[in-house]
């Protein structure tokens, strides 16, 4: 099954890509970790979805600049990655937020967001207006001089969501932002997500139906290293059994069976590394 055969029609897009890869191909010493991958990020939310080991933390190490493709070309903010120069300037534009992040755990929640301004070069004079701008953002200028190591498991995951916008970046990258959280923080989390999306062009990698569904505009499904569909939420959930001639809803259950029709299409590709966590399956309940 060609990968153009399963995505969604192009051209219909108004918006220019803010990153892009071309025919990415990243191997582990034997493990092809993404085969030949070709995807754009456009302004909005645009949700990898793809079961345990499919590739989306090493597609997110692509846009981040962390990682170059053995294979294949990364475009970020209209130009090629290449040179050191360039990679300095593109990261800071870029934020990150990792599925686990380091920390002092002495920092206060201002330092820590400081010195990833720092990092990202935001400079000296601005710094202090960003990082309060960056707490407010995320409901945290309250605890701003508590320690990075007596925070909760929500205020660690918006110390980082702090840390990775305090650049005001182009591009957010967001690898598994709700894990952990509790029901309610993962709701609240959400309209945070949708309204940085309203900023900048966030990329959410995830296993949850539902938080797609609420966040998201668009879909990658990356299936085993490769990108199995692309389009929007609604293209997604039509995929899904048809209801009798009713208008595709884009709800968490729909997405979810969108998503399982892809995987069925591509046979076991998908299940190969498939387990408990992966989209369709229990990701109803994580509402
Ligand atoms: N540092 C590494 N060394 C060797 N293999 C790796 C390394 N990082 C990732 N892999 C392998 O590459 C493949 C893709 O991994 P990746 O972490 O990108 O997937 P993922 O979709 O983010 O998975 P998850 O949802 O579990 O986080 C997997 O087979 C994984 O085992």
């Known amino acids: 099954m060609s990968v153009e055969s399963d995505t969604a029609a192009a051209g219909t897009e108004p918006a220019a890509a803010v990153a892009a890869v071309e025919g990415a191909t990243v191997r582990y010493k034997t493990v092809v970790a993404l085969d030949g991958v070709s995807a754009e990020f456009r302004p909005g939310t645009t949700a990898l979805l793809g079961p345990n080991g499919a590739g989306k933390t090493t597609l997110l190490s692509l846009l981040s600049t962390a990682r170059r493709p053995h294979e294949g070309t990364v475009s970020l903010l209209g130009e090629p990655v290449g040179g050191r120069a360039r990679v300095r300037a593109v990261r800071a534009r870029v934020g990150v937020l990792p599925q686990s992040f380091g920390y002092y755990p002495r920092f206060t929640v201002r330092e820590f967001v400081e010195y990833a301004a720092w990092l990202r070069k935001v400079p000296r004079a601005r710094r202090a207006d960003r990082t309060r701008e960056a707490l407010r953002l995320v409901e945290l200028e309250k605890h701003a001089d508590r320690r990075m190591g007596e925070l909760s498991g929500g205020m660690l995951r918006r110390a980082g969501i702090a840390q990775a916008v305090v650049n005001e970046p182009a ?46 505009d668009r879909v990658h499904v990356l299936l085993d290293g490769r990108v199995r569909f692309t389009g929007s939420l609604t293209d997604l959930c039509a995929r899904g059994p048809a209801r ?35 989209a369709g399956r229990g990701s109803g309940a994580a509402s």
Do not use: W
């Open 171 to 216: 591009l957010l990258l967001l690898d598994e932002p709700t894990v952990g959280l509790d029901p309610a923080q993962r709701v609240g989390f959400r309209a945070l997500i949708k309204d940085l999306g309203e900023r900048s062009a966030v990329v959410m990698s995830t296993h949850l139906a539902e938080d797609v569904a609420h966040v998201c």
């Open 244 to 278: 009798s001639g009713k208008p595709v809803e884009v709800t968490g259950p729909a997405v979810e069976s969108g998503y399982l029709a892809v995987v069925e299409r591509h046979g076991d590709q998908g299940g190969r590394t498939g387990q408990g966590g992966h």
